[in-house]
Each structure stands twice: as structure tokens, then as C-alpha cells.
T-cell receptor, first 117, second 117 residues
């Protein structure tokens, strides 16, 4: 059983450039989440998908951010016109929707560390 | 307010000792899981243990156990016979909004635990 994978693991870019990250969830999982984690802090929710539908976006997700999960499998997170404040670890997690609310268990990938110069 | 509070930013204990990490949360929801995640230095976020709120029995996973006090909204993690590999950042997490179908996790600020040889 493979876990959640993310690519790339590290990305260094110059301010103003666009970047795209990919997440491959655990194969049978129908929910996929994106979080952002800055140094010394806990992860903060960005957005999540159930199958291919994007069901919620945090107010942290500005217009420069867009996420997709076109076939309900892998997902991409794109940041346009990157800013230095976007430097963070971007974490992906997946879970299997259960019948009881509040009982999904999320499994995390290794993250993509973004550095904007 | 939907908050998760970890009041111990850092802790350190000698190898083989027992340590307890505290977490409190504020919610009006009824059925949910609570989670402890571990994030070793530069490593992946790993699920340590989860507790079902409607179960009175505290969850146990090998050396890890919880003390769940639902009325007090307290969810502490006890690590017995601590090992060097337990050195990590530990996050408590709660799925606010779960009764409305959203399982996004809100994390505490974390406790940095160091096991001293």
C-alpha cells in the first residue's frame, strides 16, 4: 500500500514566477486536502476535494492560488505570480469518506517545500 | 470559536521516561474524532493515535495512549518508555465543521518534544 506522494519535494523560484505542485493520494481515497505550513506552526487548511469536486476553499487561498483534481485522482496546486510570503511547506492529505461525520482519518504526504526568492 | 490549544511549546525528557502532552479544544459538535500527529525534523506528518469522542474508553497504540476528558474538552497524549525516535513536533488536531460534512483539520501550535539520551 503506497502512501500519499507529492512532487516536487523542494521548489525554489523567483518572485513573480508560477509554480505547480502535484499530489497523488492513496489510491482508494476519495477526499483530498491541501494545507500550508509555515516554520514553527501547525498546518493551515487551504482547500479540499471530494472526488473531482472542490467543496471548500479557505480565505487563505487568494486569487493567485488554484487547485484542481480533474479525474478524482491526483491533484495539482498552482500558485501564480509567487510572492515571498508564499514560502512555506505545502502538504497534501487524503482520506476515505466514511458514513459518520468527523471520523475521516487523513494521511499526509511528505510535502513540497517552496522557497520564493 | 474553533480553537485547538497546546500550551506546552517545548518539552524534554530522558529516554525511557513517560511524558504527557496536553491539548484542549473548544467545540459544540457532538460526534468526532480527535487526532495526534507527529512530525519528526524534516520528515513527514505521521498519525500517532486517534480518539472517538463517543467512546468512553481511551485509545491506546503501543506506547502511546490518550487521556480524553470530553466534558473538559481535554485530549492529552501520554508516551510511555520514551525512545530517541519519539523526538518530533507533536500536533493535536480537530475536524471542526465535521457535523456539516467538512472534515478539514484545525491544528494546534504544536509541542516540540526532545528525548534526551
Amino acid at each position: 500500500d503506497t502512501g500519499v506522494s507529492q512532487d516536487p519535494r523542494h521548489k525554489i523560484t523567483k518572485r513573480g514566477q508560477n509554480v505547480t505542485f502535484r499530489c497523488d493520494p492513496i489510491s482508494e481515497h476519495n477526499r483530498l486536502y491541501w494545507y500550508r505550513q509555515t516554520l514553527g506552526q501547525g498546518p493551515e487548511f487551504l482547500t479540499y476535494f471530494q472526488n473531482e469536486a472542490q467543496l471548500e476553499k479557505s480565505r487563505l487561498l487568494s486569487d493567485r492560488f488554484s487547485a484542481e483534481r480533474p479525474k478524482g485522482s491526483f491533484s495539482t496546486l498552482e500558485i501564480q505570480r509567487t510572492e515571498q510570503g508564499d514560502s512555506a511547506m505545502y502538504l497534501c492529505a487524503s482520506s476515505l469518506l466514511t458514513s459518520r461525520p468527523g471520523t475521516d482519518t487523513q494521511y499526509f504526504g511528505p510535502g513540497t517545500r517552496l522557497t520564493v526568492l | 470559536a474553533q480553537t485547538v490549544t497546546q500550551s506546552q511549546p517545548e518539552m524534554s525528557v530522558q529516554e525511557a521516561e513517560t511524558v504527557t502532552l496536553s491539548c484542549t479544544y473548544d467545540t459544540s459538535e457532538s460526534n468526532y474524532y480527535l487526532f495526534w500527529y507527529k512530525q519528526p525534523p524534516s520528515r513527514q506528518m505521521i498519525l500517532v493515535i486517534r480518539q472517538e469522542a463517543y467512546k468512553q474508553q481511551n485509545a491506546t497504540e503501543n506506547r502511546f495512549s490518550v487521556n480524553f476528558q470530553k466534558a473538559a474538552k481535554s485530549f492529552s497524549l501520554k508516551i510511555s518508555d520514551s525512545q530517541l525516535g519519539d523526538t518530533a513536533m507533536y500536533f493535536c488536531a480537530f475536524p471542526f465543521g465535521s457535523n456539516f460534512g467538512n472534515e478539514k483539520l484545525t491544528f494546534g501550535t504544536g509541542t516540540r518534544l526532545t528525548i534526551i539520551p
